[in-house]
C-alpha cells in the first residue's frame, strides 16, 4: 500500500467485533482494510503458552451463544468446534469456611431443591418464604415491557430496587444474586443489564453457554486463529502492529483513517469506518467534539474499567474434592466466596475440561481469576494477598492439590471486566451524529452480553454498511 489509498470500509481494530465485521464484509465483496495496533489478532481473547504443551487464556473462556454461532458462520470460519456446558453446570458456588462443600447457583429459574435451599440459606441469607419472595421479584422484573426495561438503562440497580420491593432482605440478596454472576459491585450494576441476565429477548434464541472445544491448537486461541484464516479468505488487507492515530471525520462524514505503519504515518481513504474499540478509547482518535454530548457523557462513564487477578496451576491428573473424595469433573465455572461477608473472591475453571489440547495429556489446568476494581490491580499488597488467597483455597477445597501440582503462574489484566451490568449506556452500532461510522464490540447497544455482543453488533455494524438493516422498530 501507499502513503495513500482507498478502500470501502476501513475496521480499527482486530478484537473478536472487528474480525467478525471485516470477514462478512470481506465475503460481501467489499475492500476491507483492517488496523490492529498490538503485533497480533484478537484482542481480549488472549492466550498464552507455557513451554511442555501448555495454553493458558487469560482473557475470555465460557461465553454465552444465541448469536455467536450465526455470527461465525456468516465469517464462514470453518473447524472451529465448542463445547457446549449444560445449563445447570455453568457455575456452582464455593463459599470458604464450609468444609470444602460446593453449593448450588441460584439461578433464579431453578427449582427449589433441598440443595439450592441450603445454598440460599448461605448465601443470600434467605429462608424458603423469603426465596419464594425473591423469585417472584425476579419474574415480575422478567416480564416488564422492552420500553419499562429501556427506561432503567442508566438506572442502577440500589436507585431502582426500591420500586419493586419495600423489604430490604430481598433488596440485599437480589444484589447478591446479581454479584453471583461476577461482579464486585451490583448496587453501581444497571437495572436494565440486572433484568436482562433471566429475561429472553424477543424473536431471538436462548443463549447457550460455550466454550473452545477439541480444536487442533488448544484453548480460545483456536478461535482467534480460525477468524484469521476467515479474514484472509475474506480477502480483507491486515496490518498489525498499526495504530490508528485518527479516524479522520470532515463535515460530520467519515473520510478515512491516519495510521502508524513501517514507513512511517499513512492514510487510508473511506466512507465507512468501523470502530472496534472500547469506548473510554474512542476519544484518542477520534475528535470528541465531533459526536453528540449524550454520547461523551455515556462513554465517559466507561473509563472506570477494571481487570483481573489470576493464577493458572497445573496438576498431574485431576486433584480430588475434599466434598467427595472424587476428582473434580465439574465443566463450568466455581464461584468462590470469602470473608466474613462471602463477598465475591473470584471463581475456578478448569480449562482442559473444554479443550483438552490446553495441557499435554494427563495434565489438567485450572485457572482462578478475581475481577478487581483498578485501585486493587494497582495495589502490590492486595494483588500478592488475592494470589495467597487462591492457594489457600485449592487446599481448602482439594485433598492432593500440593501433591499433583506441576507448576502455577499468576498475572493480572487490566482491561475490562465489569461490562456485562454496566450502569453505562452502551454506544450505539451507527455512532450519533457521524456518517459512516460503526461502533461494535463488548459494549456496543445490543440485546447480548459479552462475546455475544461482540459478534452480534459486529453483523449489525455489517448489515447497516451492506445495506440490509432490518427496520429500526423490529429492533
Ligand atoms: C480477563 C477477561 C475475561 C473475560 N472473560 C470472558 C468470558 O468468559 N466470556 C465472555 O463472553 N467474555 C469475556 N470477556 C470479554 C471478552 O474478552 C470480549 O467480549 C471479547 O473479547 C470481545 O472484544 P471486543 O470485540 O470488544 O474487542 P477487544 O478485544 O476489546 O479488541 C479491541 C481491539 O482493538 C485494538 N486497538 C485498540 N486501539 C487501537 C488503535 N488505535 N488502532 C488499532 N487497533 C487498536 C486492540 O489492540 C484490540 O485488538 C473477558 C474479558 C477479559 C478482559
Known amino acids: 500500500m501507499g502513503m495513500s489509498d482507498d478502500f470501502d470500509v476501513v475496521v480499527v481494530g482486530g478484537g473478536l467485533g472487528g474480525l467478525i465485521a471485516a470477514a462478512i464484509l470481506g465475503r460481501a465483496g467489499r475492500r476491507v ?18 513451554e511442555g504443551g501448555y495454553v493458558v487464556d487469560a482473557g475470555a473462556y465460557l461465553w454465552p451463544d444465541a448469536h455467536f454461532s450465526e455470527a461465525l458462520e456468516r465469517t ?26 460446593r453449593l448450588a447457583f ?13 445454598s ?5 441469607g434467605l429462608d424458603r418464604g423469603q426465596y419464594e419472595e425473591l423469585i417472584e421479584l425476579w419474574q415480575r422484573l422478567a416480564s416488564l415491557s422492552d420500553g419499562e426495561v429501556d427506561a432503567l438503562r442508566g438506572v442502577s440497580m440500589s436507585e431502582a430496587l426500591p420500586s419493586f420491593t419495600t423489604s430490604a432482605a430481598i433488596a440485599e440478596a437480589f444484589g447478591r444474586n446479581v454479584m453471583l454472576y461476577g461482579t464486585y459491585d451490583p448496587t453501581a450494576a444497571s437495572m436494565a443489564e440486572c433484568i436482562g441476565l433471566c429475561r429472553p429477548v424477543a424473536g431471538h434464541r436462548q443463549a447457550v453457554p460455550v466454550v473452545a472445544g477439541l480444536n487442533p491448537v488448544g484453548g480460545v486461541r483456536a478461535l482467534v486463529k480460525a477468524l ?11 496490518r498489525l502492529s498499526s495504530p490508528v492515530k485518527s479516524i479522520d471525520i470532515a463535515g460530520g462524514r467519515v473520510t478515512g483513517v491516519s495510521f502508524e505503519s513501517v514507513g512511517g504515518l499513512s492514510r487510508a481513504r473511506a ?9 473510554w478509547q474512542l476519544f484518542d482518535i477520534a475528535p470528541r467534539e465531533s459526536f453528540t454530548p449524550d454520547f461523551v ?31 473434580d469433573e465439574f465443566p463450568g465455572w466455581t464461584r468462590v466466596l470469602t470473608g466474613s461477608n462471602l463477598g465475591f473472591g473470584g471463581g475456578l475453571l478448569w480449562a482442559t475440561h473444554h479443550s483438552p489440547r490446553n495441557a499435554p495429556a494427563g495434565r489438567h489446568i485450572l485457572q482462578a481469576m478475581r475481577l478487581s476494581p483498578h485501585r486493587d490491580l494497582v495495589d502490590d499488597e492486595k494483588v500478592c494477598q488475592v494470589h495467597a488467597d487462591f492457594d489457600g483455597l485449592l487446599d481448602e477445597i482439594y485433598l492432593d492439590a500440593s501433591e499433583k501440582l506441576v507448576w502455577s503462574r499468576q498475572w493480572k489484566t487490566d482491561d475490562g471486566t465489569e461490562f456485562m451490568v454496566s450502569a453505562a449506556g452502551r454506544p450505539p452500532v451507527c455512532a450519533p451524529g457521524i456518517e459512516g461510522l460503526y461502533l461494535v464490540g463488548e459494549t456496543t447497544d445490543v440485546p447480548a452480553v459479552q462475546m455475544d455482543a461482540a459478534a452480534l453488533s459486529a453483523m449489525r455494524a455489517a448489515d447497516e454498511i451492506l445495506g440490509r438493516a432490518q427496520p429500526r422498530a423490529q429492533r
Open 33 to 50: 482494510l483492517l488496523l490492529e495496533r498490538e503485533d497480533a489478532l484478537g484482542g481480549r481473547i488472549r492466550s498464552f503458552e507455557i
Open 76 to 101: 464462514g470460519a470453518e473447524d472451529f468446534q465448542v463445547s457446549e456446558i449444560p445449563r445447570e453446570r455453568v457455575l456452582r458456588l464455593y463459599a470458604a469456611g464450609q468444609d470444602g462443600h
Open 106 to 118: 441460584p439461578f433464579p429459574a431453578r427449582a427449589a431443591s433441598e440443595k439450592l435451599l441450603a
Open 228 to 238: 484469521e484464516k476467515a479474514v484472509a479468505h475474506a480477502g480483507v488487507e491486515t
Open 271 to 279: 466512507s465507512r469506518v468501523v470502530s472496534n474499540l472500547p469506548p
Open 297 to 327: 457523557r455515556d462513554c465517559a462513564r466507561w473509563s472506570a474499567v477494571g481487570g483481573v487477578i489470576a493464577a493458572a496451576y497445573c496438576f498431574d491428573g485431576l486433584p480430588c474434592l475434599r466434598e467427595t473424595g472424587k476428582p
Open 120 to 124: 440460599v440459606r448461605i448465601v443470600l
